[in-house]
């Protein structure tokens, strides 16, 4: 138990920092909070091993710890909310067996960006919503392309990660 611990205190670190520095990296575009989403490899790795309630601890608490430290209220509420869509989402499409993981990760960074847009409804600044055929087309390919860097990485490191866990 605490050799699982750690694996997810260093996945929750490591996603945490991933999305700091994309945080940096994508500061220049006029897009608010745009980020590749590469710090969902973590939690779609852990949804691939069927690990579903460390996926959702270990997004929760990279959420949270992101904005207690570098954030406020309103990446606290895009995030949580974003974060929920897009996990029920990717819990809903793994039931099916059908999809790639590069086709639940499209489906997970769409519906991530459609629960943001929603938290923005819900908190007065619905004027963003016009913004969602945009939103949710760029999710789903970004969210493809992090689908496609978790099918790689995995092929090639999976059996490194077996001898973790």
Same mark, same amino acid.
């Given at each position: 138990?605490?050799? %699982? #611990? ?10 945490l ?10 500061? &220049? #575009?006029?897009?608010?909070?745009? %980020? ?13 091993? %069927?690990?579903?309630a ?29 974060? #929920? ?43 963003l ?11 789903a ?11 790689? &990485?995995?092929k090639?490191?999976?059996?490194? #990660?077996?001898?973790?866990?």
């Amino acid at each position: 138990m605490a050799k %699982k #611990i750690s694996l997810y205190s260093l996945l929750t670190v490591f996603a945490l920092l991933v999305s700091y520095l994309e945080g940096i990296a994508f500061s &220049f #575009i006029p897009v608010p909070a745009f %980020k590749l989403g590469l710090a969902n490899c973590v939690c779609m790795l852990l949804f691939s091993r %069927k690990e579903y309630a460390a996926a959702i601890t270990v997004n929760l608490s990279r959420i949270l710890l992101s904005a207690l430290l570098f954030g406020n209220f309103y990446s606290l509420a895009f995030s949580l909310s974003g974060a #929920i869509f897009s996990s029920l989402a990717v819990l809903l499409l793994l039931k099916f067996k059908c999809f790639s993981f590069a086709g639940i990760s499209a489906a997970g960074g769409a519906f991530h960006n459609f629960g943001q847009l929603a938290a923005a409804a819900l908190l007065n600044t619905a004027g963003l919503l016009y913004l969602l055929p945009l939103l949710f087309l760029v999710g789903a390919v970004l969210g493809f392309i992090t689908g496609m860097l978790l099918e790689a &990485f995995s092929k090639k490191y999976g059996n490194l #990660i077996n001898k973790i866990t």
